[in-house]
């Protein structure tokens, strides 16, 4: 990766990293199929970029949470098999099916919907394809889902949506907790009910999935054909006992900026907001123009670390809206410098879990809450 010199406030994204992320999960994971998630403008490190790179990578489908995503993608001229599974009560599926987006159906009056949205499209003469839908089943998340009970009916309205051309059950999924080793099995279990009562309905799913990243790693009896790797694919592991070198990763993004500021000071000096930190001697304070605005956690402060000049400095006093303060003693740090939030925890930068740690969160929202005013730099394209 090029770490050539800094902007204001920037996320450097190495597109190598996640490419070679996907390929090393496949190789792993060894289903037939690989869905890259990248919801959430890909957890924070650029949808339509990491899109193509995970593509590159080996993915053969994309998968995001809503159609607004999906369309985004769309409208960047990405054609590859694309899935989005949450939707506004009032969704109109006619955009998402005539841009080819396959739909997460997670009851039957979204089947419905999407059944319409097709006859729709057919009557105006803009659909020449079919409307393709995946049938998400409640396995023990109570989020969505088609639950149990509902099961039969479902698949038989879908059968017969689909014998009358007007809808493809191309999917039957569903989502693990990660609870526990017995929880997931359980969903496992109930997921495989789900499969065969959807056969005996006379659907006969091309796909079916039920793992992300952690389920995908350590449950092989929850891979079915194809695995939805999000958190993976970025170079962050899912656990909290294995690092991302561990799981043979490497972190996507790496989250710097450049000093704004340096002051000298005396011993017993407040910083920054409610003088939560004085210093306690002479010393020199830095300021890093990335404040909570930007996604750095309040929770960190005076707890997370950051990198300047390979030197580790703790944040001291609290995180404000755009910026926070570093106390780094005698060290001839001058405005201008790189300040290294996190990224590779292999280059001596600390990483996004030591920021979780810090804030008492998770990797996946330390990434993912990355604001707009970071500017993303796409470096290593596969
Ligand atoms: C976000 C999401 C994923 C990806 O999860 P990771 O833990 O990041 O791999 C997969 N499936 C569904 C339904 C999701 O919402």
Redesign the pocket.
Known sequence: MVADSPVFREALIDLGALAANVAHLREVVGTEHV?A?V?ANA?GHGAVECARAALDGGADWL?V?DLTEAMQLRDAGIDAPLLA??HDPDADFLPAIEAGVDIGVSSVSQLEAVGAARRELLSQGRLHGQAFVQL?LETGLSRNGISEPDWASAFTRARELERAGDIVVRGV?S?VSNASPQDDAAAIETFTRGLDAAAAAGLRPELRHLA???A?LRIPDARFNLV??????YGLS?FDDATSADLGLKPVMTLRGRVAAVRRVAAGTGVSYDYTYRTKGTTTLALVPLGYAEGIPRHASNQAAVTIGGQRFRISGRVAMDQFVVDVGDTPVQVGDEVVLFGDPATGVPSAEDWAEAAGTIN?EIVTRIGHRVRRTYVGRP
């Open positions: 869905m998630v919801k957890y998968g949470a599974w949450l998400k999924f989502h992300a990243s952690a995908a939805r790797l999000g958190i993976g694919i899912p996946y």
